[in-house]
């Protein structure tokens, strides 16, 4: 078993033109969390998908309800910066989900990856790899790699060579990218 396999997969249709209009900066804000933001447990390792997800969570409700929802199932989810790549046919992916699954304790720990410094297509893709973490914590019985592969053979379909997508995930996204674009501001932040 590889244990770098992607699970599940950022949309590859995700356009980099959606970066612009998000930085405009001229447009009043619409909409705000009306608060400091909570990343719950889940963790981005780069200071840009830092911003990003403090951003998103300030713009959509979708997002936060993820967030909040991953931690309420015992979830931690470690983000890190960058393109997925598929092991199986190199594919590239604007994000992923590992396949692994640490558990301690009570805690189920999970292992992503995002592209940064997409604007709002970032931001919609934490959102569908947050919907992706949901899944596999709402599943009883996940502790390793060979039962996230079961849950996504049962629930997601295949797309690439060991790589799976959910309808909920992209559901999700569409979502976090409808709310996104009625609250264009961006706001600066420094987490
Ligand atoms: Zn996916």
Redesign the pocket.
């Given at each position: 078993m590889n244990g770098k396999r992607v699970a599940?997969?950022?949309?590859l249709a995700i356009g980099l033109a959606a970066n612009s209009s998000a930085f405009s900066g001229a447009e009043p804000a619409m909409c705000s969390a009306g608060g400091a933001v909570d990343f719950g447990s889940v963790h981005p390792q780069d200071a840009a998908l830092s911003s990003a997800l403090a951003d998103g969570l300030e713009r959509s409700a979708t997002l936060r309800g993820l967030v909040r929802r991953i931690q309420l199932l015992n979830g931690v989810v470690f983000l890190a910066a960058g393109p997925w790549r598929n092991q199986a046919d190199r594919t590239v992916f604007s994000?992923?989900?590992a396949h692994t699954v640490a558990v301690r304790g009570q805690w189920r720990i999970l292992f992503g990856r995002v592209e940064p410094s997409r604007g709002d297509a970032t931001i919609a893709t934490i959102g569908?790899?947050l919907?992706?973490a949901v899944e596999i914590l709402e599943t009883p019985g996940i502790v390793d790699a060979a039962s996230i592969e079961r849950l996504y053979e049962r629930i997601g379909f295949e797309t690439h060579a060991g790589a799976?997508?959910?309808e909920n995930?992209?559901r999700a996204?569409r979502a976090v990218r409808s709310e996104l674009s009625r609250c264009r501001r961006v706001a600066v932040t420094n987490r």
């Open positions: 599940v997969i950022g949309a994000g992923g989900m569908h790899e919907r992706h799976y997508e959910t995930a992209g996204e």
